[in-house]
């Protein structure tokens, strides 16, 4: 749709999967689904190229266009899932992507969640991630939980920022693997300028993490990724409560 635009229509719906559906989809099981579907008004997918959109590595895009997440990786997720998906196109009517995922029922745990929860009291937080979307992630996860946050993508930015802010940052959550300078170097430095600085360390790495290492170096606790609302709350609580012993 990309010259002379169209519509893209994206539909969620509960279904019941009998008997008689998986004959046509013999991926999925009987029972209870929900049918993600992505229909678009646009060329159309030809017949030769169908056949391939699943495969690896496979793309119709110049390569200054990028490839985009790739369908081969969506089909190993839904697969993953136990789920199916299919595809319909049509040449100058558009394509619809169905995708069918098992559904289960799950107990209302949201109440007991939110009493659980550990909040903060407006302390300044300062969260390093060479991600940018941990970063954002992370900044609106400790903002609920109601805490100032600075964040940087850069372990050298992150370092002069401290230095500029010491006196007023009461906690720093760093990512182990970074370029530049590792989350432990950097809280080394930190700990030399700030002795006593709770710091968090996190990796999504056990071999990055060395428990002696990081005790001996002054870091209150490490986490590994991914980390969970309810698991950055209680760390940061039990951080903060260190700090004030």
Avoid: W
Avoid at 39 to 66: L, N, Q
Avoid at 199 to 218: F, H, P, Q
């Amino acid at each position: 749709m990309e010259k002379n635009g169209g519509s893209l229509q994206i539909t969620l719906k509960d279904i019941d999967i009998t008997p008689q559906d998986v004959a046509a989809t013999p991926e999925l099981m009987p029972g209870r689904h929900l049918l993600l579907t992505i229909k678009d008004t646009g060329c159309g997918i030809p017949p030769d190229v169908i056949e391939r959109i699943f495969d690896p590595y496979f793309t119709t895009k110049d390569k200054d266009k990028g490839t985009g997440l790739g369908l081969s990786v969506v089909h190993g997720i839904v697969s993953k899932c136990n789920g199916a998906i299919t595809v319909n196109s049509q040449i100058g009517k558009g394509s619809v992507f169905n995708i069918y995922l098992p559904a289960f029922d799950t107990p209302n745990i949201v109440s007991t969640f939110q009493e659980q929860i550990c909040k903060g009291n407006n302390e300044h937080i300062l969260f390093i991630d060479d991600e940018v979307f941990q970063t954002e992630m992370a900044e609106q996860l400790l903002q609920r939980l109601g805490y100032r946050v600075m964040t940087s993508n850069d372990s050298i930015d992150a370092l002069n920022l401290f230095l500029n802010e010491k006196d007023t940052i009461d906690l720093v959550i760093t990512d182990m693997v970074m370029p530049k300078m590792t989350g432990k170097t950097l809280a080394e430095k930190m700990l030399k300028i700030k002795p006593g600085l709770p710091i968090i360390l996190c990796s999504g790495y056990s071999d990055d993490i060395d428990v002696n290492r990081i005790k001996k170096i002054g870091i209150t606790q490490y986490l590994m990724k991914p980390i969970d609302m309810k698991t950055l709350a209680k760390a940061v609580n039990a951080a903060l409560q260190k700090k004030e012993k």
